[in-house]
């Protein structure tokens, strides 16, 4: 599906949406080799190195793990909780948006008791709001950390204390947050943190990644799960020889590879967040006299949610035309935001010239907008 | 990865394994290009098409629906088994190695009822043995018609004709044997039929495919399963407008849709089966000199399994050797056969040169390792 269309159609498909994302030459040139057996003491190394390097890229403390699971985030997202809960956990889920209430979902389909922190949509978690259920007696909290369907960042040092105090397992999906956002499993007390692959490590998608501490290690190991192949015991035991219980994405843990020698050789993760916050940054600027503002009051970098300031006008017609006339894709939203909100992703393979193509384009839609309706 | 070590390091590497396999130009070429954003009527009409082509493979009857799952062969052997069978049915299950020991596994682990057909290694299911359980109230049956451990196939007209006599729902792994074997879902009485994106459809693993006819869609949606990831009700739901729940392999699907048009242009089922047959038979004839011998009693075409005559020999060794000293992978068998089985493949972008490479190899492994023993 080569995209071909649409006035600009000497320009190459850009895209912005939150993943999968724009990947680098290296990483597309993996992708175009014949992928290797596996079963191999080759193959184990490298599925080492990806799990040492994830850890380190989070700070995790030691005796920490990697599980890589072949699957979605939401995958991750159900494998995390269900190796590590049950019915006898209390558990508090914060919900802002479409990836909070799906961690309610999962809770609700295995029977995991909880209680939900509603967030309004764009609004992040505050203070009052969490510490008002302190020593309420729960043993467990999920966060997504950057709610991605509105950009919206939750506060990890907050959150952190929070659980410290109530001494609280802690499980952070990070899918859009990492390498965008801090996150350090050493400083804050997170249990398990959560990625993907089609987000900022910006690889094809069907890859999750799970960095379990100690204290996760031992919640898996001590359940029994009604699935075999989200029982993360298996992953954990044929992880120490670099294998995997079943067949995994061998293209995109060798992409993986691939990706965190560069993260490693450009600056780690401070050296990835400050190219995210860059791009954010530039492309925040860039568009202060359109007519649209931010919708989340705490973004995070790995993406910008906007609103139209004219109501009348659709945030998905924005989508669907820098689709057909530009050969750019942003990110729509569903549901209720369908109309009002649109989302612009930082992550991936982009720089400066992209985001000029996008605002320029932005530009002209507005205006082109404008005249229509002033005419 | 880019194995190149041993003798003959002026060679390619050569992947016989059973998955994943040697892909084609076209498809790795679709492989080193950026992916697109999904949620688009664009990639819909790819997954639409996606789902009548293979439907259309298996020649499926009217009203069947195909699922596309990120995950492995393992992942929908999971899926087909708690969206369709609970604790009210009665299975009989064919167990004659690691794939028939797993469906075996995911029946305990969901408390499924279920009998066990033990077949000997490298054996087939006989008549006298599947009729022993005829008329004995079963309502399902699971077999995985290449046993890939062993290169076994088993007969889907004897396992047709029994299923249709006891009116028992038949779920066929067929992740080996789809376009090696003959597998005609209106002609055989098979419900559900899954394969992997990394066998003969030699694409990136990672994907697997099911195929549900009207009888276990109506299961699947009668069913209220405990997953949120595994649950096909979203999945055939979001599916009629060619969308997934959650982020798909977007790149494999697109692989998919290349590697389809391919396999129409290229004649279809009966083309790509008669393409494997002619590179089974063609190593068979090549390994007549060999001291080695078939170890399945009725072969699947999609894989050679070898035993060595010489049993003071490791099969193991094989594997070892071609892969260090030729660059070539044949695949390594475990448990108790692992010194005394290997397996070659014929699922992938193989020729006849390729196989004249492994035959010389194999030839010179067994050629030297008797003069050792000689001298």
Known sequence: M??????????KPLNFAVGPVMM???????????????????????????????????????NSRAVFLTGSGTSAMEAAVINTLDAGDRVLVVNGGTFG????????????????????YGKTLTREQLFSYNAHNYTAFLVNLCETSTGVLYDLNLISEFCRLNNIFLIVDAVSAFLCD?????????DIVITGSQKALALAPGLSLLALNERA?????????K???FDLKAYLKDGERGQTPFTPAVGTLLQLHGRLKQIERDGGTD??????????????????????????????????????????KSAYNVFETLMNDYNIWVCPNGGELRDKVFRVGHMGA??????????????????????????
């Open 217 to 225: 290690v031992d919640r898996v190991l001590r359940n029994n799960i």
């Open 24 to 62: 680098s030459d290296e990483v597309l040139e993996i992708g175009s080799q014949q992928i290797p057996y596996f079963r191999t003491a080759a193959f184990s190394e490298i599925v080492k190195y990806n799990e040492r390097m994830y850890l380190s890229l989070l700070n995790a403390p030691e």
């Open 271 to 312: 050296g990835e967040i400050a190219k995210c916050r860059k791009r954010a940054k530039y492309f925040r600027d860039g568009i202060k006299k359109l007519p649209i503002s931010m919708f989340a009051d705490s973004p995070s970098d790995c993406v910008t949610s906007l609103v139209l300031s004219d109501t009348s």
């Open 350 to 375: 982009l720089d400066n010239t992209d985001y000029d193509r996008l605002i320029e384009a932005l530009g002209a839609f507005f205006a082109v907008d404008e005249k229509v309706e002033g005419g």
């Open 182 to 190: 801090r996150i350090d499993m050493s400083e804050s007390c997170a």
């Open 101 to 120: 209430s799906r961690f309610c979902d999962i809770c609700d389909i295995h029977s995991i008791p909880h209680d939900v922190i509603k967030c309004e």
């Open 2 to 11: 080569k995209i071909q269309q649409g006035r600009n159609r000497e320009n």
């Open 227 to 229: 699935s075999l192949y």
